[in-house]
């Protein structure tokens, strides 16, 4: 993937330019809202990581306002060190897809990108999702590995669901509880966990390849094959 | 009564000059005030009793003359009626001594005198049946009287009157008397402008003193309150604020000591791991753990951080733009799902009873995260096998979200300071938290304008919520 990343901190920038290319990604630096902005207008990318605070008279809000108001729609996902909720809805109302704040984990700024690039690509109305050999029908909202059919709780299916959108992607615990849950702060007991563990009791107990894997000091991935 | 009124706006003459100056000091524009006020009642008690007295007996006076007029001519009407006896009747009511004062005059037709107490037709009575006040000249002695001519039958002219020397002594008096009252009444107004205007000064002087002294940092003055029920509810509003902000002075500098005493903790713990690290690991692997367990240990500054200013968020009170009519049922019984599955694998009961409606204006984020808050403790604090309450209902206007433990509880003595930022119970020193949970949820609840109350389970602790219900 080519992700642009807008950040003018040199250590922040560094480490999410190194990281995200050891996971793959092509990227492109750009430390100032000016360049981001010509980079972001000029070539195409798969998301853009964005400051909300940048030098150059152009600062995140800005340069996003200005890319949608030329149709364009890569996902955006804001970085930045305004935490509050009311900086998180502006950021999100103007057109910003994600909203990650500082300090972050890498990990989840990684899941978050990934989770956002897959999100451009399922735009048309899905009525089945796969993984391995289990399957969700998302009309009679049924689950079934294999030939035999499991019996999931709403939460569970939503659950599930999620993490068969996201399949092959790691999967944080905050993205499960803003995604699934739809909370935004974090509990400070482990109750993703264990609604995760319990799912993993339907879906993976019986059966000899486990498909929800849990990824250390990051969240989960849904995949068929072993990590 | 020209007079009168002369002297009842004596004092609004003496306020004319400089009256501009006079109205830009809010003190003086109330004694002014004050000033016009007493002497427009004073103007009117002086019209009023003038009009009582001097016109009471003015009529009374008319009257008479009239109804003695009416007699009189009664006698001149024919067929029987002549001057003769009009003459007769007038010469016995001069005589009589109930009728002195009154004054007569009947003439004939030639203008010859024939009966009555008048030395002559008096000079300026021109028209007849009009009333006139003029010197008369009776029985040789000098009067003022009240007079009113008419014409008989056969031409004789007839002069009914009254002496009005006394009448006039009184209007005298009166005026007099008026005159005077007049003049007390500017002192006074003048002296009551002066009184009320310093009293004014007084008060206002008593507020500038204490506001200037709390703007110079002495936070503990306060406003007097008994000087007047009008200003005694502006220094019980200003009092009210200055105990709000020397409150919130008070959290600022609670908030920047336990910041630096309880953030040393966890920084020095980090700082230790990494330079332990440097200075003894032995292999990769070593010092890999070290650095994860010294970023779990900055992970945990920053989740103090972020509670911090998330209470600092809501206490500034911006999140109440964002607030909605909303029902709490369905999201209480998601967190009752969400809890459950924890509970359970801890070995623990959660027992949630949630009683639809809920209705309450506000922040459901919010809530959800207090909530929350209640339930992690509540699950940090209890046993296996011990149960765990989530209770919400509607009573009397008021939304009442229950969490109780059976855990140790918080000591009656801790219970007021519990949801101080930072704050951590003896009992709670060697369980994990950072003692900003119980804060942020008073903080939610004085938000929504409720109360976070925290009673005694016997054993545990009983956390209640009451959030006002929406209309």
New interface residues.
């Given amino acids: 993937m080519r992700i642009l990343v807008v950040e003018d901190d040199k250590d922040v920038a560094g480490f999410v330019v190194k990281g995200l290319r050891e996971a793959g990604h092509t990227v492109e630096h750009a430390d100032n809202g000016r360049d981001g902005l010509f980079l972001a207008a000029s070539e195409n990318f798969d998301a853009i990581i964005l400051d909300r605070m940048l030098p150059g008279g152009i600062d995140g809000l800005r340069l996003m306002e200005t890319l949608r108001a030329q149709d364009n729609t890569t996902p955006v996902l804001f970085l930045s060190a305004l935490g509050q909720v009311d900086d998180r809805v502006k950021g999100l109302k103007a057109g910003g897809d994600d909203y990650l704040t500082k300090p972050f984990a890498f990990a989840e700024l990684l899941a978050r990108v990934e989770a956002l690039t897959r999100r451009g690509k399922m735009d048309g109305p899905m009525t089945r999702l796969s993984v391995g050999d289990l399957e969700m029908d998302l009309l009679s909202r049924s689950v079934r590995r294999g030939e035999q059919k499991i019996e999931l709780q709403p939460r569970e299916f939503r659950l599930l669901e999620y993490l068969m959108r996201h399949a092959g992607q790691v999967v944080t615990r905050t993205m499960l509880l803003e995604g699934v849950w739809d909370y935004h702060f974090d509990p400070q007991t482990n109750v993703i966990d264990v609604h995760v563990s319990r799912l993993r009791q339907k879906i993976d107990k019986p059966f000899e390849l486990p498909l929800l894997h849990t990824v250390r000091n990051a969240g989960y991935m849904l995949r068929a094959e072993e990590v | 009564m020209k007079e009168t009124a002369a002297d009842g706006t004596a004092a609004g003459k003496a306020r004319k000059p400089g009256y501009r100056r006079l109205v830009r000091s809010a003190g003086r524009r109330f004694a002014v005030l004050y000033a016009l006020m007493f002497g427009i009642s004073t103007c009117l008690l002086a019209v009023s009793l003038w009009y009582s007295t001097i016109g009471l007996v003015q009529r009374q006076v008319e009257n008479a003359i009239h109804s003695d007029d009416l007699a009189l001519t009664a006698l001149a009407q024919p067929p029987d009626g002549n001057l003769a006896e009009v003459a007769e009747a007038i010469a016995t009511r001069v005589l009589s001594p109930a009728d002195v004062g009154s004054i007569y005059l009947l003439v004939d037709g030639a203008g010859k005198r024939v009966a009555g107490n008048l030395d002559s037709w008096p000079r300026g009575l021109t028209e007849m049946n009009v009333w006139y006040q003029l010197p008369v000249s009776r029985d040789g002695t000098e009067s003022v009287a009240l007079l009113r001519a008419e014409t008989l039958p056969g031409g004789a002219k007839l002069i009914v009157g009254r002496d009005v020397r006394v009448r006039a002594q009184l209007w005298r008096v009166l005026r007099n008397g008026l005159i005077w009252t007049g003049f007390l009444m500017v002192v006074l107004g003048v002296v009551g402008a002066i009184v009320i205007r310093s009293i004014f000064r007084r008060m206002v002087r008593d507020i500038s003193i204490t506001s200037r002294a709390i703007a110079k940092g002495d936070l503990s003055r306060r406003l007097p309150v008994g000087v007047g029920e009008e200003f005694d509810e502006l220094a019980v509003i200003i009092n009210d604020m200055l105990d709000r902000i020397s409150r919130l002075m008070d959290g600022v500098r609670q908030v920047s000591n336990a910041i630096a005493h309880d953030l040393r903790t966890p920084v020095t713990r980090a700082r230790t791991r990494l330079e332990d690290a440097a200075l003894h690991a032995g292999s990769k692997e070593d010092m890999q753990a070290a650095i ?1 367990r010294a970023i779990q240990d ?2 945990g500054i ?2 103090v951080f ?1 509670a911090l ?2 209470i600092a ?1 809501i206490e500034a009170g ?2 109440r733009a ?1 607030f909605a009519s909303i029902d709490l049922t369905q999201t209480l019984w ?1 967190m009752d ?3 459950r ?2 509970a359970e ?1 801890r070995g623990l009961h959660l027992r949630a009873i949630i009683n639809a409606p809920l209705p309450v204006f506000g922040d459901r ?1 919010l809530v ?2 207090a909530v ?2 209640l ?2 403790n509540a ?2 604090f209890s046993a296996p096998g011990m149960t765990i309450d989530l209770s919400a209902r509607l009573e009397d206007g008021v939304v009442q979200i229950v969490v109780a433990d059976r855990g140790p509880g918080i000591a009656p003595a801790d219970r007021n300071r519990a949801t101080e930022r930072f704050f951590r119970a003896e009992a709670a020193r060697n369980t ?2 950072s003692g900003l ?1 119980l804060a942020l949820v008073s903080a939610v609840a004085q938000l929504h304008n409720g109360t976070l109350q925290l009673f005694d389970n016997n054993p545990g602790l009983r956390a209640v919520i009451c959030l006002p219900s929406r209309e």
């Fill in positions: 994860e900055l992970d920053v989740g972020e200013l998330r968020e911006s999140r964002a998601d799902e969400l809890y599955a924890v694998e984020e959800q995260q929350a808050n339930l992690d699950l940090k994990a938290g949970g």
